[in-house]
């Protein structure tokens, strides 16, 4: 399997740009995660999802942020319009979402944001 | 507010040292415990995990961390470092709402530098 797949794994675009952030998860699992890292916050949930249903979004900073998840292989992070605080490494992770909560979460490569 | 600490910003040791990380989280219930890896340039890996039975983990490359309820404590431990250790190490714990999709709460990272 190749893994969580991210695109693009940089991205620079200037503030008020619209941003989109792409991701396949490992086949056969059933929970997406979205998180962003910075110096300042570490790495921080923004949302995720299991079985394609948005489960809980209260990570996400403010309405310009938008996530999707249309089918099981495929999620998207969007930031309308972007601006510089925005600037971060975003990652996405998957797990196979077993309802116990041990399982591994797999994540990708990142997906490195600059906004000017 | 349910937080996973982690006391050391930046560790450096050097080769051979011995190595403790300190790691707490904040809130009681049953939790499954993670620590993960981020190699320079590299996406987080999983190095451990605890949910159940023995309080001692062992995981990849020689780490384990042990499980203290009563402390609230997930520590990782490597009896020898090398330089090729050298990464940011973050600890994270399913969410106290059972994390039935898996959900985790990650603390800050420590970076780990190992001198040759």
């Known amino acids: 399997d190749a893994g969580v797949i991210q695109s693009p794994r940089h991205e620079v675009t200037e503030m008020g740009q619209e941003v989109t952030l792409r991701c396949k998860p490992i086949s056969g699992h059933n929970s997406l995660f979205w998180y962003r890292q910075t110096m300042m916050r570490g790495l921080e949930l923004l949302i995720y999802?299991?079985?394609?249903?948005?489960?809980?979004d209260s990570g996400m900073p403010e309405d310009r942020f938008s996530a999707k998840m249309p089918n099981a292989s495929f999620s998207t992070l969007k930031i309308q319009p972007s601006e510089p605080r925005d600037s971060a490494v975003y990652f996405c992770a998957s797990s196979l979402g077993g309802l116990a909560g041990t399982d591994t979460q797999y994540f990708g490569p990142g997906t490195r944001l600059t906004v000017l | 507010a349910q937080s996973v600490s982690q006391h050391n910003h930046h560790v450096i040791l050097s080769e051979a040292a011995s190595l403790e990380l300190g790691c707490n989280y904040s809130y009681g219930g049953t939790v499954n415990l993670f620590w993960y890896v981020q190699y320079p340039g590299q996406h987080l890996q999983l190095l451990l995990k605890?949910?159940?039975?023995?309080?001692l983990v062992k995981g990849i490359k020689g780490f384990e961390a042990e499980f203290i309820k009563s402390k609230f404590s997930f520590n990782l431990r490597k009896p020898s470092v090398q330089w090729s250790d050298t990464a940011e190490y973050f600890c994270a714990a399913t969410a106290p709402n059972g994390g039935s999709q898996g959900n985790l709460i990650f603390g800050k990272g420590t970076k780990l530098s190992v001198k040759p």
């Open positions: 605890y949910f159940s039975g023995d309080p």
């Open positions: 999802f299991n079985n394609n249903v948005p489960i809980d």
